[in-house]
T-cell receptor, first 113, second 109 residues
Framework: DAGITQSPRYKITETGRQVTLMCHQTWSHSYMFWYRQDLGHGLRLIYYSAAADITDKGEVPDGYVVSRSKTENFPLTLESATRSQTSVYFC????????????FGEGSWLTVV | GIQVEQSPPDLILQEGANSTLRCNFSDSVNNLQWFHQNPWGQLINLFYIPSGTKQNGRLSATTVATERYSLLYISSSQTTDSGVYFCAVTMDSNYQLIWGAGTKLIIKP
């Protein structure tokens, strides 16, 4: 029972390439989130999902695509990676939403060169 | 929008010391959470505490919602307590988390 896992943990990619970060949770939580963390900006919400097939934009969605065909998976795709998307990406989940306890994955360190 | 301010921004202590971290928020909130981000980047949820007091081992937290602040107490600090402590709030159950800038805590052996 790993809880919430992210893969890959570390990735270096080139500008213009497509990258997908995977997120899997074993709790059957309804809500899942993607955040990015950058120095000087703290944690910023990219996208979130309230249930399978329901997704919504957060604070910084441009350049990212998400899907949620199954409750347990919430992949984040960078369609054409840019250097400004170099960041640490955190997936998180919560049983009932933002107003409930939120649990984070271990993070995915992405470098775009 | 709501402002979340944490203090102090940095704190350096010797192992064994006690510390108090503060989180002030500018408007009424309906929940507050404390997180610890360790030096390896992992974010751990410490407390979900919209009001009242909770304790978990050497850590405890108190939120006084009417006065718009929350306190995180760490007693008998250990080097593993080092990292950044964040508080985050929401104003209603479907609204996004608003994060403070964090308190960076360094515990020296």
């Amino acid at each position: 029972d790993a809880g919430i896992t992210q893969s890959p943990r570390y990735k270096i990619t080139e500008t213009g390439r497509q990258v997908t970060l995977m997120c899997h949770q074993t709790w059957s939580h309804s809500y899942m989130f993607w955040y990015r963390q950058d120095l000087g900006h703290g944690l910023r919400l990219i996208y979130y999902s309230a249930a399978a097939d329901i997704t919504d934009k957060g604070e910084v969605p441009d350049g990212y695509v998400v899907s949620r065909s199954k409750t347990e998976n919430f992949p984040l795709t960078l369609e054409s990676a840019t250097r400004s998307q170099t960041s640490v990406y955190f997936c998180a989940s919560s049983e009932l939403g933002f107003g409930n306890t939120i649990y984070f994955g271990e993070g995915s360190w992405l470098t775009v060169v | 929008g709501i402002q979340v301010e944490q203090s102090p921004p940095d704190l350096i202590l010797q192992e064994g010391a006690n510390s108090t971290l503060r989180c002030n928020f500018s408007d009424s909130v309906n929940n507050l959470q404390w997180f610890h981000q360790n030096p390896w980047g992992q974010l751990i949820n410490l407390f979900y505490i919209p009001s009242g007091t909770k304790q978990n081992g050497r850590l405890s937290a108190t939120t006084v919602a009417t006065e718009r602040y929350s306190l995180l107490y760490i007693s008998s600090s250990q080097t593993t307590d080092s990292g950044v402590y964040f508080c985050a709030v929401t104003m209603d159950s479907n609204y996004q988390l608003i994060w403070g800038a964090g308190t960076k805590l360094i515990i020296k052996p």
